[in-house]
């Protein structure tokens, strides 16, 4: 018998279908509804291939509060939803702000009253270490804990920071209204999961990340100059106080990233903790140039790289102090950059078209 079973919105994208894996492979059920929006659902084969388990898919729109209604009626059993369907690219964001509010903002709605609805009591989030923008306007808040005041440099990160208060929101109401009712007490819990910048893929190099368009993130820009799809990289910069010029980011293996989410889940399912953030980082500091170096060794050639203006809106640094993560959730990151690195550089050289191309032999 299923330990549980699980929603899995945005499950088909990148880091949903790691996540789902974890999931199966610690005996939950899996139920995903996606839009196809920015995946594929070949991610399931791969799941499957994985380990032996598939989850049950839904093609719907999280902003289709009739079809989510639909996916929950077909699974009385759920118990818990995690919530990774949103719109996440930042320089869009600035550009189509309302759609950004529509889809991520929305879409929290829509499932928070069909959560409601069914009393489905408890939701990870998907939220970014993107909430705090430029921590350097405070004093000693490098490494960022999660007290650190936030402060959102760009629509996008505006809509993760308004979910987090929806959900702070929602959640304490149902806790309150339940108590002031006199009804018996009902566990609403909610998981703000704050991720640093994640990466990586799986180590088996058949599922990983596949972005539709053009990736805006260092490591697939970085995937696609060492399989020659990209002459060079931009390095944004190299005048910041940093020990080489270059920005400081806490990159995370994917990997650790799903398990970060079991972890959470399992913290709400049996500790009733209400509405809590944790950052999912390492705690490690890595440059742009640090990252190409490693980058390079991992596929064995020396990445071209051209130094330009800083991007609008990047910050210095944003590193993860994870110990709330650690001790609360008995969870650290267990993979190096190096593994992120290498299980990056197999995937994009086993699967130079994302999934629009048979698998591997094994
Ligand atoms: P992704 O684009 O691979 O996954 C998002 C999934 O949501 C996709 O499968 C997409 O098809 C789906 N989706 C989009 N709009 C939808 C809609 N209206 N209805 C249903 N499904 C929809 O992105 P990811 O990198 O896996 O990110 C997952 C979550 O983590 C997002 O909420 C993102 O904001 C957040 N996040 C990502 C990063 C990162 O760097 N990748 C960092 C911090 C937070
Ligand atoms: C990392 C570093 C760039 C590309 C973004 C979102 C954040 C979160 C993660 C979702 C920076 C430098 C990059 C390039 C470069 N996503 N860089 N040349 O900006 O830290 O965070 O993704 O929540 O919200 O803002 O990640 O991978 O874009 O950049 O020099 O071509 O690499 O300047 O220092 P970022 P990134």
Known sequence: MAVGTVLITGGTGYIGSFTSLALLEHGYEVVIVDSLYNSSKISLDRIELLCGKRPIFYEVDVTDEAGLDKVFEAHPKLDSVIHFAALKAVGESAENPLEYYRINVGGTISLLRIMQKHSVHNIVFSSSATVYGDVTRFPNM?????????????????????????????????????????????????????????????????????????????????????????????????????????????????????????????????????????????????????????????????????????RAGDVLDLTANPTRANEELNWKTELTLENACEDLWRWVSNNPQGYRQDPPAA
């Open 142 to 310: 490098i490494p960022i804990p999660e007290h650190c005041p936030i402060g959102p440099t760009n629509p996008y990160g505006r809509t993760k920071s308004t979910i987090e208060l929806v959900i702070e929101d929602f959640i304490n109401a149902q806790r309150n209204n339940v108590k002031k009712a006199g009804k018996p007490f009902e566990h609403w819990n909610g998981a703000l999961l704050r991720y640093f910048n994640p990466g990586g893929s799986h180590p088996s190099g058949i599922l990983g990340e596949d972005p539709l368009g053009v990736p805006f993130n260092l490591l697939p820009l970085l995937g696609q100059v060492a399989t020659g799809q990209r002459e060079k990289l931009l390095v944004y910069g190299d005048d910041y106080p940093s020990r080489d010029g270059t920005a400081i980011r806490d990159y995370i293996h994917v990997v650790d990233l799903a398990k970060g989410h079991l972890a959470a889940l399992n913290h709400l399912r049996e500790k009733n903790p209400g509405v809590r953030a944790w950052n999912l980082g390492s705690g490690r500091g890595c440059t742009v140039f640090e990252m190409i170096a490693a980058f390079s060794k991992a596929a064995g050639k020396q990445l071209k790289y051209e130094v330009v203006e800083r």
